[in-house]
């Protein structure tokens, strides 16, 4: 074949490779970032690192790919062999990391470094490669391989949530990209440079992709088993469901005792929602003082485990029920699990309750904007403001949109986190309530599985709501006029004057939770 006639096709494989090697180094950088939002739940720091890390180990790369630009070909596969193995390990080793020591963070940021110094060298390699195809003019070949790598960088960053992630999780996901990053850079010199490759050259890169597809389909086999185990590395109690969602990591932890209570534990994201053995004092607690007062139609955002909607349904005036919940998972194991569905009662199966999957800030602002008929009670049953993700709903924002869902003389009442370990933050939700419109009760009372826990009860008409039981409040076990009015005192040492408001441009509620839940 005339030299004219094979360099464009040759030139086609390698701008080829440099898009799907640019494509899987984002997958692999889009994983670390899900995957500290999972175990860390700080999307936005995990991020920051992230990419600050790897973008400056990519221009550490770029030199260090100097020398080795003496002998493309060798240096590209090798390098795409060690991507592969680096970038599709990555996920598992970090997750194992998170399991079994404190060292995730500084492993995180040795994993981004090594393939970023590794993404950084395959450019100047590439153009190397490139220019012994055909020679071109310098702007011209940067040109050509920019736009092959943005391109891969666009797919990269469609691919993973929208096929990867579902069809294969995060662990896989990564995986099968270091195969095909693999697969990408020995394509490149088996097809176009064989003949100029020595023998001693031949038997190491074979050696080298041999080693790395090897390693790779191990750990693809071992994969669910090392997930497994690591996960079970973090539970006190065995696990007995498991999954990850596009939103969270859900568990659910058992333990069962001889001649004692059997003890089921949820925890999302790692972090625990209920203990069988004492989460009907958390509820209780959150609701019968919401319900003293009209409570026909009731509202509940969040609580998709159904323990909430369990006490409201000890109403018989309660006759129309709305829970959203996030994670369409969760409620089907509220629904189906058959530890959590004896815990909530079967609360689902009521006809009184409809549940809608949603995200609570849209579905809130949907029927605000709709005037949607509202509520006699509201109540906010969400996960404590540790991301980026939860802190907006405990913003001024939200709160003023549900203000104009509580029917007058209504009620809304918020978990608003512990006033022992966390008093400027249970301050701040406090704060933002009573801004949004709303006058406020504060009140805590004593959950061993958390400790001392706080919620916030408002009236929507600025008045201080008293705290009392509902005339028809049914038999409780935990929760009486006594420990009520115990619960209005908070200790003078964890109250809190000076907390600021937080809202969604300036989440200061986020930076109160991190700070002081590290003291403890």
């Not at 991020?47 to 770029?62: C, K, L, Q, T």
């Not at 850079?185 to 001693?200: A, D, I, P």
């Not at 996960?231 to 498991?242: N, T």
Request: aromatic letters at 8%.
């Amino acid at each position: 074949m005339p030299r004219d006639s094979w360099s464009r096709p040759a030139r086609v494989v390698i701008l080829g490779a440099a898009l799907v090697c640019a494509a899987c180094g984002l997958v692999y950088e889009l994983a670390l970032i899900a995957l500290g939002s999972y175990l860390i739940g700080d999307t936005v720091v995990q991020a920051s690192i992230v990419v600050s890390v790897m973008v400056f180990a990519m221009g550490m790369g770029s030199l260090f790919a100097k020398p080795l630009q003496r002998f493309p070909a060798v240096a590209f596969v090798a390098v795409e062999a060690l991507l592969a193995l680096v970038g599709g390990c990555a996920v598992l080793v970090l997750y194992r990391s998170f399991a079994v020591t404190d060292a995730y963070t500084p492993m995180m940021i040795v994993l981004a470094a090594l393939i970023g110094v590794l993404i950084g060298a395959e450019i100047p390699l590439l153009m190397t490669l490139l220019q012994r195809i055909r020679a071109q003019e310098a702007g011209s070949a940067v040109a050509d391989m920019f736009a092959a790598d943005y391109l891969g960088a666009l797919l990269g960053g469609l691919a993973f949530p929208f096929l990867l992630l579902p069809a294969l999780g995060l662990v896989k996901g990564t995986i099968a990209t270091g195969v095909l990053n693999l697969v990408a850079g020995t394509v490149v010199v088996m097809w176009l440079f064989k003949r100029s490759l020595s023998r001693v050259s031949w038997v190491g890169i074979g050696t080298l992709v041999v080693a790395v597809a090897v390693v790779l389909s191990v750990v693809w086999w071992r994969a669910d088993a090392i997930e497994v185990d690591s996960r079970q590395q973090l539970f006190r109690d065995p696990i007995a469901y498991a999954e990850r969602t596009e939103y969270q990591e859900i568990i659910l932890t058992e333990r069962h005792r001889i001649g004692g209570a059997d003890d089921v534990r949820l925890f999302l994201n790692g972090d625990l929602q209920f203990a069988s053995q004492d989460e009907y004092r958390y509820h209780e607690s959150l609701v019968h003082p919401a319900m003293a007062g009209r409570h026909e139609r009731v509202l509940v955002l969040g609580g998709g485990d159904g323990l909430a909607l369990r006490e409201i349904l000890r109403y018989d005036g309660a006759r129309d029920i709305t829970l959203v919940e996030l994670d369409p998972a969760v409620l089907d194991l509220a629904r189906h699990h058959d530890s959590v569905r004896e815990l909530n009662g079967d609360a689902f199966a009521d006809e009184r309750v409809d549940a809608v999957a949603a995200d609570a800030f849209g579905w809130v602002r949907d029927q605000v904007n709709a005037d949607a008929q509202p509520y006699d009670v509201v109540v906010i049953d969400m996960p404590d403001p540790d991301s980026t993700a939860t802190s907006k709903l405990y913003s001024l924002e939200f709160y003023g949109m549900v203000h104009d869902l509580v029917a007058d003389g209504g009620r809304m009442v918020v978990q608003a986190g512990s006033p022992f370990f966390a008093p400027r933050s249970f301050a701040s939700v406090r704060e933002t309530v009573e801004a949004a419109g709303f006058g406020a009760r504060p009140y805590m009372v004593s959950v061993p599985s958390f400790g001392d826990w706080g919620f916030v009860l408002a009236d929507p008409e600025g008045r201080v709501p008293p705290l009392r039981l509902p005339d028809d409040a049914p038999d409780l076990r935990y929760l009486s006029a006594d420990v009520l009015e115990a619960a209005a005192v908070i200790p003078p040492d964890k109250v809190v004057t000076d907390a600021e408001v937080s809202t969604m441009l300036d989440p200061v509620i986020l930076e109160y939770t991190r700070s002081e839940w590290k003291q403890w």
